[in-house]
């Protein structure tokens, strides 16, 4: 209005053309001009004045009146091939009247630059939520020269339209400690309305630091930026995030900034407190009754400091790889070792062979389907004659043809490397999405890292990570070699019509060996792709095949006495499957919603009880509409009218310890928030409640276990138990936001390279291979002794 009415006085009450928009407009009064006088009021009076640094100005102003402060700024470079030694200038205000209708608007000229701010300065939080500052500090944006010295001046205008006189305070001070030094702890205070940041120039030789950023105080919430040498520099929480590399930190903070990605070999580290703490985790402030209502936001001022230390070089880079592949090769040879002086010994190895026994290996399996026939003999066709005898042993259990087993169970490897195929290849799209967008738009917050040993090398932010995922695939491999060299031998001894292989030991089936081999190679690959951006949307990709380990095994360990009887490829993946689904489920829907919780606690109850009765009655039983009948039955007649014990007493003993296990109700009571881990935590406390059944049966069955699987027993247990001490070292969790995660973060323990999570990787890929190994080699002490003779438990 004021410039239509000008141009009206002007030019004889003609129209205002349309170039004269509201932008234009605000830019012209930004600059303080007045195109009139007379309908508008009087003509502004403009006065300059020459200003000093270090000295508090007290001035008043108002619509009729702009003052404009000089400055002479005098920049020195003892090194000017390198560029100035900059020194900082902050401008400080303070508005001392009370309204916020009218403020203040400061325009600071510099030689390349302008910036410019209103006083009370209103920032926005969620929700469009205004909180007004009187109080507002702002550090100048120092363009890059070359020459030995310059003097530069800046000018800072101040104007309002306010017709009332409004009191301010002025000052510009240079800014102590304005370049950081390496290695070197500078503290320092921060507000939303007063931002600091600071320079830092990368000295000869150091071509990657890492800007840690440290405070006492969990809130306010704040964020740590890079950003390259240029203007503005964007030191606002509602413009912090458009350039560079930046997080929110609550007491700690810390990014890996590389050499070759500032051309300037230079960088801001700008610091700056957010007007609200729901980012980093803290309350949420009320809604306001009105939407302009302005809300007091207190006391925000955050005491921090920060220090740029020089990152690890090449050379750490090659010794962590080479100390890393070196580990696992190592028990290539010991294996070898292993190897060259036990298979001597080995009773498959030896000759003892009789033509009457057995069938030729060299027919073709292909041709071979389980349900063709029935391979029982006449008398015992009846199965349930079989297997609801009080006493079981693996003869009774071992009765179909051989060759029918072997390919029934070779589909589990054949199905698990069918889904890592199709499980994988879109995993590793993603986590390359992922890994493309935190580089492209700076965010550090969408990726859970230990910041503060985290190794980028190319594209990848967190290198250490996923190299010490190596050892899963390596001894993944190895193990898959060792099985292999079990079936060759086996199959040889089977083709001699070796007696100890056709009618004595446990029957060799190694399928499910080959599954399991497969799957901890797959856990390797798709757990460094977890870790190529950890967060909670993909902690899946970590854990799958994880649950498949566990069922992979359990299955194993029952398949050793019961081979008839195992579960089928289809079947078992089918409720690892549904396993995994729940787990996603629990990820999105599971944190602290009840009617989840309940649903699936009545689900796994329900669950357990099927299972529980599938292993009682070794299968023989039905699930029709009878059952509730049957059951009522039972329970009338074994412990209402003759009150006898169970048939099964060690089957009913592991039943029971099961069940207690599964139906606690520490789930549906606590409701932890990390539901993936909750369920791997049910699997794996299964897993290890059956394998201590199944020591303490085959001691109890009078067996004996050899020194080897011995060993491994031993070895694994240890290892285990120094794997899980790193394991909940807890050095990120995505179940928080990323600022309460950074808390804690820790520096690198091993070769300055590998954290504490890093030695979890090589010590949990140790302990499954040699929990492997004990499934493997536990029942070789049985390979002379006849099926007849071994029991069923």
Same mark, same amino acid.
């Given at each position: 209005?004021v410039?239509r009415?000008?141009?009206?006085s002007?030019?004889?009450?003609?129209?205002?053309?349309?170039?004269?928009?509201? &932008?234009l407009i605000?830019?012209?009064?930004?600059?303080?001009? /007045?195109?009139c006088?007379g309908?508008?009021?009087e003509?502004?009076n403009?006065v300059?004045?020459d200003?000093e640094f270090?000295?508090?100005?007290?001035?008043?102003?108002?619509?009729e009146n702009?003052t404009?402060?000089a400055f002479?700024?005098?920049?020195?470079?003892?090194f000017?091939s390198?560029?100035f030694?900059t020194?900082g200038?902050?401008?400080?205000v303070?508005?001392l009247?009370?309204g916020f209708?009218s403020?203040i608007?400061?325009?600071?000229? $510099?030689?390349q630059a302008?910036?410019?701010?209103q006083?009370?300065?209103?920032l926005?939080?969620?929700?469009?939520?205004?909180?007004?500052y009187k109080?507002v500090?702002r550090?100048?944006?120092?363009p890059?020269?070359?020459?030995a010295?310059?003097?530069?001046?800046?000018?800072?205008?101040?104007?309002?339209?306010?017709?009332q006189?409004?009191?301010?305070q002025?000052?510009v001070s240079?800014?102590e400690?304005?370049?950081?030094?390496t290695?070197?702890?500078?503290?320092?205070t921060?507000? +939303?309305? $007063?931002?600091?940041?600071?320079k830092?120039v990368?000295?000869d030789?150091?071509?990657t630091v890492?800007?840690?950023v440290?405070s006492?105080?969990?809130f +306010?919430?704040?964020v740590m930026?890079?950003?390259?040498? $240029?203007?503005?520099?964007?030191?606002l929480?509602?413009?912090v995030a458009?350039?560079?590399?930046?997080?929110?930190m609550?007491?700690?903070?810390?990014?890996?900034?590389?050499?070759?990605d500032?051309?300037?070999?230079?960088?801001?580290v700008?610091?700056?407190?957010?007007t609200?703490?729901?980012a980093? &985790?803290g309350?949420?402030?009320f809604y306001?009754l009105r939407?302009?209502e302005l809300?007091?936001?207190g006391?925000?001022?955050k005491v921090l400091?920060?220090?740029?230390?020089?990152?690890i070089?090449?050379?750490i880079?090659?010794?962590?790889m080479l100390?890393?592949?070196g580990?696992f090769l190592?028990f290539?040879?010991?294996?070898?070792?292993?190897?060259l002086?036990?298979? +001597?010994?080995?009773?498959?190895?030896?000759?003892?062979?009789?033509?009457?026994?057995?069938?030729?290996?060299?027919e073709s399996?292909? /041709?071979v389907?389980?349900?063709?026939y029935?391979t029982?003999?006449?008398i015992?066709?009846?199965?349930?004659?079989?297997?609801?005898k009080?006493?079981l042993?693996v003869?009774?259990?071992?009765?179909?043809?051989?060759r029918?087993l072997?390919?029934?169970?070779?589909?589990?490897?054949?199905?698990i490397?069918?889904?890592?195929v199709?499980?994988?290849?879109?995993?590793?799209?993603?986590?390359?999405?992922?890994?493309?967008?935190?580089?492209?738009?700076?965010?550090?917050?969408?990726?859970?890292?230990?910041f503060l040993?985290?190794?980028?090398?190319?594209?990848l932010?967190a290198?250490?990570?996923?190299?010490?995922n190596l050892g899963?695939v390596m001894?993944g491999l190895?193990?898959?070699?060792?099985?292999?060299k079990?079936?060759?031998v086996?199959?040889?001894?089977?083709?001699?019509?070796?007696?100890?292989?056709?009618?004595?030991?446990?029957?060799?089936?190694?399928?499910?060996?080959?599954?399991?081999?497969?799957?901890?190679?797959m856990?390797?690959?798709?757990?460094?792709?977890y870790?190529?951006?950890p967060n909670?949307t993909?902690?899946?990709?970590?854990?799958s095949?994880?649950y498949?380990?566990a069922?992979l095994?359990?299955?194993k360990?029952?398949?050793k006495r019961h081979?008839?009887i195992?579960?089928s490829?289809?079947?078992?993946?089918?409720?690892?499957a549904v396993?995994?689904?729940?787990s996603?489920l629990?990820?999105v829907?599971?944190?602290g919603n009840?009617?989840f919780?309940i649903?699936?606690?009545?689900i796994?109850i329900?669950?357990?009880?099927l299972?529980?009765? $599938?292993l009682?009655y070794?299968?023989?039983?039905?699930?029709d509409s009878?059952i509730l009948?049957?059951?009522?039955?039972?329970?009338y007649?074994?412990?209402?009218?003759?009150?006898s014990?169970?048939?099964?007493?060690?089957?009913?003993v592991?039943?029971?310890?099961?069940?207690?296990?599964?139906?606690?109700?520490?789930?549906?009571?606590?409701r932890?928030?990390?539901?993936a881990?909750?369920?791997?935590?049910?699997?794996i406390?299964?897993l290890l409640?059956?394998?201590?059944?199944?020591?303490i049966?085959?001691?109890r069955? &009078?067996e004996r276990?050899q020194?080897?699987?011995l060993v491994?027993?031993?070895?694994?247990?240890?290892v285990?138990g120094?794997?899980?001490?790193?394991f909940?070292q807890?050095?990120?969790?995505?179940?928080k936001t990323?600022a309460?995660?950074?808390?804690?973060?820790?520096?690198?323990?091993?070769?300055?390279?590998f954290d504490?999570?890093?030695i979890w990787?090589?010590?949990s890929s140790i302990?499954?291979f &040699?929990?492997?190994l004990?499934l493997?080699?536990?029942d070789?002490?049985?390979d002379?002794?006849?099926?007849?003779?071994i029991?069923v438990f």
């Amino acid at each position: 209005m004021v410039l239509r009415s000008c141009w009206k006085s002007r030019h004889k009450n003609r129209p205002a053309p349309c170039w004269i928009r509201p &932008g234009l407009i605000a830019l012209l009064w930004l600059c303080g001009f /007045s195109c009139c006088s007379g309908a508008v009021g009087e003509t502004k009076n403009v006065v300059q004045k020459d200003a000093e640094f270090d000295v508090t100005y007290n001035d008043t102003v108002t619509s009729e009146n702009q003052t404009i402060y000089a400055f002479n700024h005098t920049l020195f470079s003892p090194f000017p091939s390198f560029g100035f030694q900059t020194e900082g200038v902050r401008v400080s205000v303070d508005v001392l009247s009370q309204g916020f209708e009218s403020p203040i608007l400061f325009v600071i000229r $510099q030689k390349q630059a302008v910036l410019s701010f209103q006083v009370p300065l209103i920032l926005r939080g969620l929700y469009q939520r205004k909180y007004p500052y009187k109080h507002v500090g702002r550090t100048l944006c120092q363009p890059p020269t070359r020459a030995a010295s310059e003097s530069q001046y800046f000018f800072v205008d101040v104007s309002t339209l306010s017709n009332q006189g409004t009191n301010y305070q002025l000052r510009v001070s240079r800014v102590e400690s304005f370049t950081l030094q390496t290695d070197t702890k500078f503290s320092f205070t921060a507000s +939303p309305s $007063q931002p600091q940041y600071f320079k830092y120039v990368f000295p000869d030789g150091i071509d990657t630091v890492i800007v840690k950023v440290n405070s006492e105080m969990n809130f +306010p919430c704040s964020v740590m930026s890079i950003q390259d040498i $240029q203007c503005p520099v964007y030191d606002l929480d509602n413009n912090v995030a458009f350039i560079g590399m930046y997080q929110t930190m609550t007491k700690k903070g810390a990014i890996t900034v590389q050499r070759k990605d500032f051309p300037s070999n230079s960088f801001y580290v700008v610091i700056v407190v957010k007007t609200e703490d729901e980012a980093c &985790g803290g309350p949420l402030r009320f809604y306001p009754l009105r939407p302009d209502e302005l809300i007091d936001a207190g006391n925000r001022s955050k005491v921090l400091d920060v220090m740029v230390s020089p990152a690890i070089n090449s050379d750490i880079y090659v010794i962590g790889m080479l100390f890393c592949l070196g580990i696992f090769l190592s028990f290539y040879l010991l294996t070898l070792l292993v190897a060259l002086f036990f298979c +001597p010994s080995c009773p498959l190895s030896i000759d003892r062979s009789l033509d009457s026994v057995g069938r030729s290996r060299q027919e073709s399996l292909s /041709s071979v389907e389980e349900d063709d026939y029935d391979t029982l003999d006449d008398i015992n066709s009846d199965k349930n004659i079989v297997r609801t005898k009080k006493f079981l042993c693996v003869s009774d259990l071992a009765r179909k043809d051989k060759r029918i087993l072997s390919k029934k169970y070779q589909i589990y490897f054949w199905n698990i490397a069918t889904i890592a195929v199709f499980y994988a290849l879109p995993v590793v799209q993603l986590v390359i999405t992922y890994q493309t967008v935190v580089n492209v738009t700076g965010n550090q917050d969408i990726c859970y890292y230990n910041f503060l040993c985290a190794h980028p090398l190319g594209a990848l932010s967190a290198f250490n990570n996923i190299l010490s995922n190596l050892g899963y695939v390596m001894l993944g491999l190895l193990f898959l070699l060792i099985v292999l060299k079990r079936d060759i031998v086996h199959n040889r001894a089977l083709v001699r019509n070796n007696l100890n292989a056709l009618e004595c030991g446990i029957p060799k089936h190694f399928g499910l060996f080959y599954a399991m081999g497969t799957a901890l190679m797959m856990e390797g690959l798709l757990s460094a792709c977890y870790h190529v951006c950890p967060n909670y949307t993909n902690f899946q990709f970590d854990t799958s095949f994880m649950y498949m380990i566990a069922g992979l095994c359990m299955l194993k360990l029952y398949q050793k006495r019961h081979p008839d009887i195992n579960a089928s490829a289809y079947t078992a993946y089918a409720c690892l499957a549904v396993v995994i689904f729940f787990s996603v489920l629990g990820v999105v829907f599971g944190k602290g919603n009840t009617v989840f919780w309940i649903v699936f606690s009545v689900i796994h109850i329900l669950a357990t009880l099927l299972l529980s009765t $599938q292993l009682y009655y070794m299968g023989r039983w039905r699930l029709d509409s009878g059952i509730l009948r049957r059951m009522v039955y039972v329970i009338y007649t074994d412990c209402i009218r003759q009150c006898s014990g169970p048939m099964y007493i060690d089957r009913m003993v592991l039943i029971v310890m099961g069940n207690i296990v599964n139906w606690s109700a520490y789930g549906l009571i606590e409701r932890p928030n990390d539901f993936a881990s909750y369920l791997l935590a049910i699997a794996i406390c299964n897993l290890l409640l059956y394998f201590a059944f199944y020591i303490i049966m085959k001691l109890r069955s &009078g067996e004996r276990i050899q020194c080897l699987a011995l060993v491994c027993i031993l070895f694994t247990a240890v290892v285990w138990g120094f794997a899980l001490y790193f394991f909940f070292q807890g050095l990120s969790t995505w179940q928080k936001t990323p600022a309460e995660s950074r808390e804690h973060n820790r520096d690198c323990i091993l070769l300055s390279f590998f954290d504490d999570h890093d030695i979890w990787h090589f010590l949990s890929s140790i302990a499954m291979f &040699g929990s492997f190994l004990v499934l493997l080699t536990m029942d070789d002490d049985l390979d002379t002794v006849q099926r007849d003779k071994i029991y069923v438990f």
